[in-house]
């Protein structure tokens, strides 16, 4: 059963105020500000859709895309709670939903698992829309990557993999998937992290599939790589080209004194990229960034035309987080003319992160996450920096700071952005999660610069 409601925004320059029958939803419009608000998507800016899972979001960095024509797709879970499936709505570029796809807009994919759910969606040039996340059979782990390809219309892409997926179980202990990057001849790259062993400390990882879903048994050994930075526990963030046919591996990574933001460039062929070293570790084909005194991390990565590549994330100081920014050279190096020294972090709130980045037309860059307002739950959060990484006064603001925005998409219950993506007209679309107090569900908001 799918279920819509409407939140109204009452102001430019004030927070949303929502009215609407259930907030076991999906939610999906515009907010005003310097960043205005379009009236004419979905009603009065907002879309609310529950797709009918107990959980429509895990974390799902890359659950958005947007075609050329401006219907936008979103993934995540389907299905009831004793079977959740793989979920991928398609909205036209006015937020109602697309009838064309699936049943009603909605496609669901079983690859025969009691839980699955899909972190990342990549569009193909020809129109096929590939998904990767993590399936199990337990709800307490077990995990294994599965991938799934379906043809424009939502339906099952049977010359895929398996018929319609391919399941991924390479360390033989438990994996996870955050990204997924869609190579010039079709081959694909699959990045997260995992456990050869588990429990024990997991590894950055990458997978190589062929364009028809076969293993790419060319890529690394066997086809994954396992990137170790520091020999403790590193996490995987969502992952993005980097030049080439090579790809940028963001994470965390446990050193000697906390955890540090790395990132490693991997070649087609699953080996590290020599030339990508900041020469402070002694590892090639990685850069970190340890801050003393402050964990760090970094979850979403872009690069610039130029071929320096911006790193987003957080620090950690205490029981603190704020939003981190950092920008490499080409070479892995830290870029000593962005922020101070390579780096800058920002207090958007209380406990607030950095979980997407994306440039924007005109140079500027755009960071989204999360942030804990004085009630004590979860906003999403949204700054807009120059190039040089300092807050761009001229974006506005809707709360006490120039630059930076804040969404609080259902009052008193946790939101959070995950993933930003502009579509072919400059707007910005930002994808993440909001709950009701109990489940997850998928949130959208589209802005116009």
């Known amino acids: 059963m799918v279920t819509v409601c409407v939140r109204l925004s009452v102001a ?34 907002i879309l609310a859709l529950d797709v009918g899972a107990v959980d429509n979001l895990d974390w799902t960095p890359q659950g958005l895309a947007v075609q050329a024509d401006g219907r936008v797709l979103l993934a995540g879970r389907g299905g009831g709670a004793a079977d959740r499936d793989f979920a991928v709505v398609r909205l036209r570029e006015d937020g109602t939903l697309d009838s064309t796809f699936g049943t009603a807009g909605i496609a669901e994919v079983d690859l025969g698992y009691a839980y699955e759910v899909v972190e990342s969606l990549r569009l193909q040039p020809d129109g096929k829309i590939l998904v990767a996340g993590e399936v199990s059979s337990s709800a307490t782990g077990g995990n294994e990557v599965g991938v799934a390809r379906l043809l424009a219309d939502g339906s099952p892409d049977t010359s895929f993999g398996t018929g319609d997926a391919r399941i991924v179980d390479l360390l033989g202990g438990e994996d996870v998937v955050n990204g997924m990057v869609v190579l010039g001849d079709g081959r694909l790259r699959l990045c997260g992290h995992g456990w050869a062993v588990y429990p024990g400390s997991p590894d950055l990882v990458v997978y190589g599939l062929l364009a028809d879903g076969a293993l790419d048994t060319s890529f690394g050994s066997g086809g994954v790589l396992r990137i170790d930075f520091f020999g403790g526990d590193e996490f995987g963030g969502s992952c993005q080209p980097g030049g080439g046919d090579s790809v940028l591996v963001p994470g965390h990574g446990w050193g000697a004194t906390g955890f540090a933001a790395v990132l490693a460039r ?118 807009v920096l120059t190039s040089a990484g300092a807050l761009d006064a001229d974006a506005g603001t809707n709360v006490d700071q120039a630059g930076v925005f804040r969404f609080d998409v259902t009052p008193g219950q946790d939101d959070g952005a995950r993933s930003l993506v502009l579509d072919s007209q400059g707007r910005l679309l930002a994808f993440g999660s909001t709950t009701d107090g109990t489940t997850n569900n998928f949130a959208v908001l589209r802005l116009l610069l």
């Open 12 to 45: 430019v320059a004030l927070l949303c105020v929502a009215s609407c029958v259930s907030r076991t939803d999906m939610f999906a419009g515009r907010y005003g500000g310097s960043l205005s608000l379009d009236a004419t998507f979905a009603q009065d800016g």
């Open 266 to 383: 991997v070649l087609a062929d699953g080996t590290l990229d020599a030339a990508f070293d900041d020469g402070s570790t002694g590892m090639p084909g990685r850069a970190t960034l340890d801050i003393t005194g402050q964990g760090a991390g970094c979850d979403a990565v872009v690069r610039q035309p130029d071929g320096a590549i911006l790193c987003a994330g957080n620090t950690q100081t205490g029981g603190d987080s704020d939003s981190l920014l950092a920008r490499f050279l080409p070479t892995g190096a830290l870029d000593t003319s962005f922020g101070t020294g390579g780096w800058v972090t920002f207090d958007l709130g209380c406990d607030d992160v950095f979980q997407t980045v994306v440039l924007l037309p005109d140079g500027r860059i755009a960071a989204a996450g999360e942030r804990t307002n004085a009630a004590g739950d979860q906003d999403f959060s949204l700054a």
